[in-house]
């Protein structure tokens, strides 16, 4: 999956799964595979068995939320996703999931906040900073996105992405809602 192949990575976890039904790695390989390539509604049957059969485990909550939202349960991802924080508080990957949707929705602002929990934790993907970045850019707030964009990347990747943000920025009209959405940015 890591190398791009989710099809070959869905047909792996499926067979892993058909050897060892209750093998929770599978189905979460087999839901992380089917959401890669765009087809969550394939993976969430696999995840919400993983979720029954590791009832402590944050994980396929995260990733159930992920699906639910690609799939517009936007309700039940929500749902999904406070489970996962209820067991496990402040975890970063969660509070990433919970807001990516608001900035695709154009609610940079509310998922700042979220994204800021995410990144005070220790061990904290690079992404994670790189999409706090993007929501305090989206929101006009440059020189902090600058200053983590430059802390984190190596000059030209920092160039470009503030190059890519002021774009946005100023070609882009706010939405309604006084956010920029995916589809405003991209021209749609």
Same mark, same amino acid.
């Given at each position: 999956?890591?190398? #791009?192949?989710?099809?070959?990575?869905?047909? /792996? @976890?499926?067979?892993?799964?058909?050897?060892?039904?209750? %093998?929770?790695?599978?189905?979460?390989?087999? #839901?992380?595979?089917?959401?890669?390539?765009?087809?969550?509604?394939?993976?969430?049957?696999?995840?919400?068995?993983?979720?029954? +059969?590791?009832?402590?485990?944050?994980?396929?909550?995260? &990733?159930?939320? /992920?699906?639910?939202?690609?799939?517009?349960? %936007?309700?039940?991802?929500?749902?999904?996703?406070? +489970?996962? *924080? =209820?067991?496990?508080?402040?975890?970063?990957?969660?509070? @990433?999931?919970?807001?990516?949707?608001?900035?695709?929705?154009?609610?940079?602002?509310? =998922?700042?906040?979220? *994204?800021?929990?995410?990144?005070?934790?220790?061990?904290?993907? &690079?992404?994670?900073? &790189?999409?706090?970045?993007?929501? *305090?850019?989206?929101?006009?707030?440059?020189?902090?996105?600058?200053?983590?964009?430059?802390?984190?990347?190596?000059?030209?990747?920092?160039?470009? %992405?503030?190059?890519?943000?002021?774009? =946005?920025? /100023?070609?882009?009209?706010?939405?309604?809602? #006084?956010?920029? /959405?995916?589809?405003?940015? +991209? #021209?749609?």
């Amino acid at each position: 999956r890591e190398l #791009g192949r989710h099809d070959q990575a869905a047909e /792996t @976890a499926q067979a892993v799964m058909m050897v060892q039904p209750t %093998n929770v790695e599978a189905m979460l390989e087999a #839901g992380r595979a089917h959401i890669s390539r765009g087809q969550a509604f394939y993976g969430i049957a696999a995840l919400e068995h993983a979720r029954d +059969q590791a009832p402590r485990d944050w994980r396929p909550l995260s &990733l159930l939320g /992920t699906a639910y939202q690609q799939v517009r349960r %936007n309700d039940d991802a929500q749902a999904a996703w406070l +489970q996962a *924080l =209820a067991l496990s508080p402040d975890n970063p990957d969660v509070l @990433a999931n919970m807001a990516m949707p608001l900035m695709a929705e154009g609610r940079a602002a509310e =998922a700042e906040p979220l *994204l800021r929990r995410a990144v005070a934790q220790p061990g904290v993907k &690079l992404q994670v900073k &790189l999409n706090l970045a993007m929501a *305090l850019g989206l929101q006009g707030k440059m020189g902090e996105a600058e200053q983590i964009l430059r802390r984190e990347l190596p000059p030209e990747s920092a160039d470009r %992405n503030l190059d890519w943000l002021r774009a =946005a920025s /100023t070609q882009s009209a706010p939405s309604a809602s #006084g956010g920029r /959405t995916w589809s405003s940015l +991209q #021209g749609g």
